[in-house]
């Protein structure tokens, strides 16, 4: 199974830009991107994803480097409600492999 | 639109007893799934399910089993429950995965589950 690795923390603070890594070496070309968001006392929720290109939505970007071993979410302007755990996990499109492991994800806080 | 319905909210159960978890969508979807999650530990996936009448192991399956006889709703049942399976576990659903235009297959999680074995 490809697996994603990704630091164990962030802190950033409140309005600034956030930058939160995940490596994916033994990604295959058949597999997206996905991040997910957990917030405290919550199920985790569905950010992003992408596959070759980089995305925009309404809640971050995502930045995928060109030979897709490693990808960044973009918060653009952190707040208070941010603050969370961050998955970052790899999806197979053919349905291939269908077993979805999280990992620990990243612990981002924010300071006001 | 409830999306993911996970019931139980809580649950206290001896050490020894039996129970079962149950989760159901009403969004159509094809694939679900199990998660248990500890602190510090992320989520681990305990089984999970790519149709109706299918079902097949995660990371951490011991000590659970699982039924998918409609396909909105998957089961989780601890047969005899140990206190190292207090956890919050949390269902997902999704649909099937597929490329370009057609790709819309993320994840939907339930609120979780909040289980103490005594």
């Known amino acids: 199974d490809a697996k994603t690795t990704q630091p164990n923390s962030m802190e950033s603070n409140e309005e600034e830009p956030v930058h939160l890594p995940c490596n994916h070496s033994t990604i295959s070309g058949t597999d997206y991107i996905h991040w997910y968001r957990q917030l405290p006392s919550q199920g985790p929720e569905y950010v992003i994803h992408g596959l070759t290109s980089n995305v925009n939505n309404r809640m971050a970007s995502l930045a995928i480097a060109e030979d897709r071993k490693s990808s960044t979410l973009i918060l653009h302007r952190a707040t208070l409600r941010d603050a969370a755990v961050y998955y970052c996990i790899l999806r197979d499109y053919t349905g291939a492999n269908s077993k979805l492991t999280f990992g620990k994800g990243i612990t981002l806080s924010v300071r006001p | 639109n409830a999306g993911v319905t996970q019931t139980p909210k809580f649950r206290v159960l001896k050490t020894g007893q039996s129970m079962t978890l149950l989760c159901a969508q009403d969004?159509?979807?094809?694939?679900m799934y199990w998660y248990r999650q500890d602190p510090g530990m992320g989520l681990r996936l305990i089984h999970y399910s790519v149709g109706e009448g299918t079902t097949a192991k995660g990371e951490v399956p011991d000590g659970y089993n699982v039924s998918r006889l409609k396909k909105q709703n998957f089961l989780l049942g601890l047969e005899s429950a140990a206190p190292s399976q207090t956890s919050v576990y949390f269902c997902?659903?999704?649909?099937?995965?597929?490329?370009?235009?057609?790709?819309?297959?993320?994840?939907?999680f339930g609120n979780g589950t909040r289980l103490t074995v005594t």
């Open positions: 969004m159509n979807h094809e694939y």
């Open positions: 997902a659903s999704s649909s099937l995965p597929g490329q370009g235009s057609s790709y819309n297959s993320p994840l939907h």
